[in-house]
């Protein structure tokens, strides 16, 4: 998996629009790998634009995968304070 990868995605929400909600089965469970991957700055990076994106695209369809997305993005607030 690559950030080139989930910024393909992304684009295409942006372009699909609720027509996207097809694929997003599909690429969820990379997209939350994505967002896992706090070290890898630039695949995180690109995760978190790509929810983004498909957030906007898809609208109030979009509630549905809330329950998955909300715990993925709390974890990423998570700071080990023991590490500084």
């Known amino acids: 998996m690559t950030s080139?990868?989930?910024?393909a995605m992304?684009?295409?929400s942006s372009t699909w629009k609720q027509g996207f909600l097809e694929r997003l089965d599909d690429y969820w469970n990379y997209l939350l790998f994505a967002l896992s991957k706090q070290e890898d700055?630039?695949?995180f990076k690109a995760a978190?634009?790509?929810l983004a994106d498909i957030s906007r695209s898809c609208e109030d369809a979009f509630i549905k995968f809330l329950p998955q997305?909300?715990?993925a993005l709390?974890?990423?607030l998570h700071v080990n304070y023991k590490d500084f």
Do not use: E, F, N, R
């Open 69 to 71: 997305v909300v715990p």
């Open 74 to 76: 709390l974890k990423c």
């Open 10 to 12: 992304s684009a295409l």
């Open 48 to 50: 978190i634009g790509s």
């Open 41 to 43: 700055v630039d695949l």
């Open 4 to 7: 080139d990868g989930i910024y």
